[in-house]
């Protein structure tokens, strides 16, 4: 079993939509949960990092980690063709920089 | 925010031969560097982390004779792959490492990636 789980898609919604992004994970030391986007060809950049459980709100993202059920989600509302990408999350324990990271959902928003 | 640049960009050779990539930090220093692997389609695959001054630490499977890790300064680390096969065509991405603005957590700053074909 993967320490991290993330369903590959592809996810393909209208501009407008609310998209629901999702990741598993098996491992309970993790404590930093991070999204990131990645553009084709190019590096990840860090959307949102949350510390243990709860909600983290910023601009028209929101990610919410939930420790009880190993589950975390990143919500993208008012979706935009810009968003069109591929979605990462990255998980780390305590007092250690190594990121585990998810397999990536591409994602496309269509006009 | 801070400012991972790699290079080359992109960089063909023949197989056998050895190719280097640059990671730097442009406007922060960083102790801790990563090199990691991706293939198509999938996520990335931490091969090493390499620290200022000392030795890389390397994953397991991932082979240390082949995968040749030099972190000369605190702005600069470097990835040689030896005796290059077609197998180890790739997207090389590097990370720096860097306190959080909070200064909670030790984030990864990325660079814009590698993409090594060899022929």
């Known amino acids: 079993q993967k320490e991290v789980e993330q369903d590959p898609g592809p996810l393909s919604v209208p501009e407008g939509a609310i998209v629901s992004l999702n990741c598993t994970y098996s491992?309970?030391?993790?404590?930093?949960f991070m999204w990131y986007r990645q553009y084709s060809r190019k590096g990840p950049e860090l959307l949102m990092y949350?510390?243990?459980?709860g909600n983290k709100e910023d601009g028209r993202f929101t990610a919410q980690v939930d420790k009880s059920s190993k589950y975390i989600s990143l919500f993208i509302r008012d979706s935009q063709p810009s968003d069109s990408a591929t979605y990462l999350c990255?998980?780390?324990?305590?007092?250690?920089?190594?990121?585990?990271f998810g397999t990536g959902t591409r994602l496309q928003v269509f006009p | 925010g801070a400012v991972v640049s790699q290079h080359p960009s992109r960089v063909i050779c023949k197989s056998g031969t050895s190719v280097k990539i640059e990671c730097r930090s442009l406007?922060?220093?960083?102790?801790?560097m990563f090199w990691y692997r991706q293939f198509p389609k999938k996520s990335l695959m931490l091969m090493a982390t390499?620290?200022?001054?000392?030795?890389?630490?390397?994953e397991q499977g991932v082979e240390k004779d082949k995968f040749l890790i030099n972190h000369a300064s605190l702005t600069l680390s470097t990835l040689t792959v030896t005796s290059a096969h077609p197998e180890d065509s790739s997207f090389y991405i590097c990370?720096?490492?860097?306190?959080?603005?909070?200064?909670?957590?030790?984030?990864?700053?990325f660079g814009p990636g590698t993409r090594l074909t060899v022929l």
């Open positions: 990370s720096a490492s860097s306190v959080s603005w909070d200064l909670s957590y030790n984030e990864q700053f």
């Open positions: 491992n309970s030391a993790f404590q930093y």
């Open positions: 949350t510390y243990s459980s």
């Open positions: 990255a998980m780390s324990r305590l007092y250690t920089d190594k990121l585990i």
């Open positions: 406007d922060f220093q960083a102790t801790t």
């Open positions: 390499s620290n200022e001054g000392s030795k890389a630490t390397y």
